[in-house]
T-cell receptor, first 114, second 120 residues
Framework: DAGVIQSPRHEVTEMGQEVTLRCKPI?????LFWYRQTMMRGLELLIYFNNNVPIDDSGMPEDRFSAKMPNASFSTLKIQPSEPRDSAVYFCASSRGQGAYEQYFGPGTRLTVT | AQSVAQPEDQVNVAEGNPLTVKCTYSVSGNPYLFWYVQYPNRGLQFLLKYITGDNLVKGSYGFEAEFNKSQTSFHLKKPSALVSDSALYFC??????????????????FGKGTKLSVIP
């Protein structure tokens, strides 16, 4: 299994531009999570999906952030417009189920907004 | 609300010595507990978990963790540290779900992380 795949690995963009981060979860996993990691705030859960349906988006910072999961093998996190304070590493993770199941993380996308 | 505390931002240990990375938690009811490791420029990697049963859990790379319900702790241990163990370690907790749990109950709450440095 290839694990969770994220693209791009690095993204540098100017303030005001739209940014789209992509994730392919592990096949057979029915939960997908988007996290953001910064030095100041640590690891934050932004949103998670179950069977492609968003369950909890209370961690999404503001309306500039949106996430979709059109099918079981693909999800996107979009920031429009981007701001310098959005600079962080964004991780996608997936798991087989809830409760005791561990999450498997992708390599992350390092986003820099100038 | 559930929470995790990792009281040490950094732990330094000499190669070959035993290591301990501390974690305490707060959750309603029984917990599921996890340890993850993050190497530089990489995603978090699952090490081990406690679900129920034996309080001593063994995981990857020779790591183990001991669940202590009375102290609400889940410290990560290894008998002999390697330089390659140097990384950032995260403890995480999730409450057992019930049919009355809200949508947010499935969240896995992470600690702030502890940087482990193993000195040659």
């Amino acid at each position: 299994d290839a694990g969770v795949i994220q693209s791009p690995r690095h993204e540098v963009t100017e303030m005001g531009q739209e940014v789209t981060l992509r994730c392919k979860p592990i096949s057979g996993h029915d939960y997908l999570f988007w996290y953001r990691q910064t030095m100041m705030r640590g690891l934050e859960l932004l949103i998670y999906f179950n069977n492609n349906v968003p369950i909890d988006d209370s961690g999404m910072p503001e309306d500039r952030f949106s996430a979709k999961m059109p099918n079981a093998s693909f999800s996107t996190l979009k920031i429009q417009p981007s701001e310098p304070r959005d600079s962080a590493v964004y991780f996608c993770a997936s798991s087989r189920g809830q409760g005791a199941y561990e999450q498997y993380f992708g390599p992350g996308t390092r986003l820099t907004v100038t | 609300a559930q929470s995790v505390a990792q009281p040490e931002d950094q732990v330094n240990v000499a190669e070959g010595n035993p290591l301990t990375v501390k974690c305490t938690y707060s959750v309603s009811g029984n917990p599921y507990l996890f340890w993850y490791v993050q190497y530089p420029n990489r995603g978090l990697q699952f090490l081990l978990k406690y679900i129920t049963g034996d309080n001593l859990v063994k995981g990857s790379y020779g790591f183990e963790a001991e669940f202590n319900k009375s102290q609400t702790s889940f410290h990560l241990k290894k008998p002999s540290a390697l330089v390659s163990d140097s990384a950032l370690y995260f403890c995480a907790v999730r409450a057992h779900l019930s049919r009355y749990s809200g949508a947010g109950s499935y969240q896995l709450t992470f600690g702030k992380g502890t940087k482990l440095s193993v000195i040659p």
